[in-house]
């Protein structure tokens, strides 16, 4: 019956507009009975047939509060027509009220003079119903325009996030297939056996990898996993050169954490330490729980009289900007070097993980 009017969305935007033009009628009735000596029915009787008839009448002020719009139209040309709208309703508004108000039972002896000593403010009382009317659909004209903006900007935000995303994916995936290409290539000359071992391994976390989607989180539980695969991986090239350490309590193990967090860490520690050194590298991981966020610490030995290779730092930026993405907050990767140890320090809220 009226598409796409406000009033009619919502139930509840219905009834509280119908609510408020019953406490006006009460109040014009509290103004007559006082001032003017009426009694309560005629009082009340007059009250809800006025403001009944004009609620129904002011339904469609909405149609020229939507097509004068404030962007398209001038101001004199607004102001023009939402004066002629306003004295063609309030005269209108009167005569029906002359027509309809039963003022012959109620009070037959000064109903007629009454009426006529009434007029001039029964019409200035219908203009500034317009108006406040009118004005009241132009603020939820606007509301709605703004709350869509905003929808839609949103929208955009998440279409760039999900745009960046795929693209730090396609970095991160290339990053670690060379790393462990190398590693691979290394492997066959020394010990073809373990250099086989290392393919079908590498085989598993591939295809582990390239089927996880960046935005999405998972269990810590799944990401040490991971991670334990690509020091499995190492490991066939190192062996006891890589000594692993891993403290999580059994309770933070269902904490959710972004997918492939912790591979690029790790693989970090071992490109500059491992790499360049010729005793064994400490590596250690520790969880723990800090009021409403997970912090998860990696350390590693920095070898000592070697210079360390410097890298495209594609792995802890990566990281880095995911977090950032999904969290929308900084600072979440910390990283810490001193003479002896290197350590990355990742701070990760609490989020649900979306079914």
Same mark, same amino acid.
């Given at each position: ?74 101001? @004199?040309?607004?102001?023009? &027509? ?6 063609? #309703?309030?005269?209108?508004? !009167? *005569?029906?009220? =002359? +027509? ?107 295809? @582990?990898?390239?089927?996880? &989607? ?6 810590? #539980?799944?990401?040490?996993? !991971? *991670?334990?695969? =690509? +020091? ?124």
């Amino acid at each position: 019956m009226f598409p796409g009017h406000p009033l009619f969305q919502k139930r509840t935007t219905l009834l509280t507009y119908f609510t408020v033009w019953v406490v006006l009628a009460v109040l014009q009735a509290v103004v007559m009975r006082l001032e003017f000596a009426h009694s309560w029915t005629s009082a009340l009787t007059d009250g809800f047939i006025s403001y009944g008839i004009f609620s129904l009448f002011a339904i469609s002020f909405w149609y020229p509060a939507k097509y004068l719009s404030l962007e398209e139209n001038s101001t @004199a040309i607004i102001l023009v &027509n939402h004066l002629a709208a306003a004295m063609v #309703s309030a005269g209108i508004w !009167t *005569a029906l009220l =002359y +027509l309809i108000l039963p003022y012959q039972i109620l009070n037959p002896e000064s109903a007629d003079s009454f009426f006529r000593d009434s007029l001039s403010w029964r019409v200035a009382i219908g203009m500034l119903l317009y108006t406040v009317v009118t004005f009241f659909f132009y603020l939820q004209s606007y509301y709605t325009s703004f709350h869509e903006k905003m929808l839609r900007e949103s929208e955009l935000q998440n279409l760039a996030r999900e745009a960046e995303l795929r693209s730090l994916k396609l970095q991160i995936n290339p990053h670690f297939i060379f790393n462990s290409l190398n590693s691979l290539n290394a492997l066959i000359a020394i010990d073809p056996a373990a250099a086989s071992n290392m393919t079908v391994k590498l085989s598993q976390m591939l295809r @582990a990898t390239l089927a996880t &989607n960046l935005r999405s989180l998972r269990p810590l #539980s799944e990401e040490l996993e !991971t *991670a334990g695969f =690509y +020091l499995d991986i190492e490991r066939e090239r190192f062996g006891d050169k890589i000594r692993y350490r891993e403290s999580v309590p059994q309770e933070l193990l269902d904490w959710p954490v972004p997918a492939m967090c912790l591979q690029p860490l790790y693989e970090n520690a071992v490109k500059h330490a491992v790499y360049e050194s010729l005793e064994p590298i400490d590596i250690s991981f520790h969880a723990e729980q800090k009021k409403d966020f997970l912090v998860l610490k990696l350390e590693n030995d920095v070898p000592s009289g070697v210079r360390s290779r410097k890298g495209t730092g594609v792995g802890l930026q990566n990281v880095r900007s995911r977090l950032e993405l999904i969290y929308e907050k900084e600072n979440l990767l910390k990283t810490n070097r001193s003479d002896k140890q290197f350590s990355v320090e990742l701070i990760i809220p609490f989020k649900e993980i979306e079914s």
